[in-house]
């Protein structure tokens, strides 16, 4: 699998993945607010049906944002070496941002995801984006390693 297409598809995960947790425990937290028990067998047990559950969907949505967003972002950093990480960051929550505000102009529910209901939500799931747009240019920058001849090169 080309370099690019395995950082994109791992950045699409992490972001799924930690999007999912969010989702999960916030919706938990908000049951434990209106007095409802929430041991942590429970907390762990729904976390993992949820990664089974919803990122799968989530990871669609990040896919759809990501796909538009990361090639971009590495055209744009190319131009901007020195902006790179925050073109990055910044690619990754307008991504899902985007993606979240589709998702919701298309869904015949009000809000598609719990956790988007709220603007601290809403940042929380841009940061996911965030952390898998790091991943991406992380895993997908290209490596240059610079000769130096040695010792031994000259002799």
């Known amino acids: 699998m080309p370099r690019l297409l395995l950082a994109f598809v ?7 993945a930690f ?4 989702q999960t425990q916030s919706n938990l937290a908000a ?8 041991p942590l067998d429970v907390r762990l047990g729904t976390t993992c049906l949820d990664l089974l559950g919803f990122a799968p969907t989530f990871a669609l949505l ?3 944002g990501f796909v538009v967003a990361l090639p971009l972002s590495l055209w744009l950093a190319r131009r901007l070496p020195s902006l790179r990480w925050a073109i990055l960051v910044v690619a990754g929550a307008t991504a899902i941002w985007l993606a979240l505000a589709l998702a919701n102009t298309l869904a015949p529910m009000p809000t598609l995801i ?3 209901r709220h603007p601290l939500g809403t940042l929380a799931l ?3 984006g965030s952390a898998g747009a790091l991943l991406f240019g992380l895993l997908g920058r290209r490596v240059r390693y610079r000769t130096q001849p040695t010792t031994s090169d000259t002799q």
Do not use: E, N, R, W
Request: include cysteine; proline fraction near 4%; charge should be negative.
């Open 10 to 16: 791992l950045a699409v995960l992490l972001t799924s």
């Open 19 to 22: 999007a999912s947790i969010f």
């Open 31 to 38: 049951l434990q607010a209106l007095g409802a028990p929430v």
């Open 62 to 64: 990040a896919g759809l």
């Open 114 to 116: 719990a956790a988007d």
């Open 126 to 128: 841009m940061a996911c």
